[in-house]
Nanobody, 125 residues
């Protein structure tokens, strides 16, 4: 079992930055690929980014590519999402998740076994 807890959300102005953290418990953390998803009011949960168990593979949604960076520190059992150049459309609840699925499936929320509680990110002009 893996437990995930997100932190770092908050209110930020357009063009600003935030770094989200996801702290994981469990000895098997490094065996999982990790993903970030987000959900805005009235919209379905959306893939944001993913990183492989060793950190060598990274995937980003087109809407965040070039602005967001996913990273992980397995020694600290933590995955991060650095968000730069934030836009109002980035406003959402952000969720951290863990999966052992094939890399080709990491953009699908249905492949993830464990989820955090979410952290709110609000971008204002």
């Amino acid at each position: 079992q893996v437990q995930l807890v997100e932190s770092g959300g908050g209110l930020v102005q357009v063009g600003g930055s935030l770094r989200l953290s996801c702290a994981a418990s469990g000895r098997t953390f490094s065996s999982y690929a990790m993903g970030w998803f987000r959900q805005a009011p009235g919209k379905e949960r959306q893939f944001v980014a993913a990183i492989s168990w060793g950190g060598g593979n990274r995937s980003y949604a087109g809407s965040v590519r070039g602005r967001f960076t996913i990273s992980r520190d397995n020694a600290k059992n933590t995955v991060y999402l650095l968000m730069n150049s934030l836009k109002p459309e980035d406003t959402a609840v952000y969720y951290c998740a863990a999966t052992r699925t094939d890399w080709s499936q990491v953009t699908s929320q249905y492949e993830y076994d464990y989820w955090g509680q979410g952290t709110q990110v609000t971008v204002s002009s």
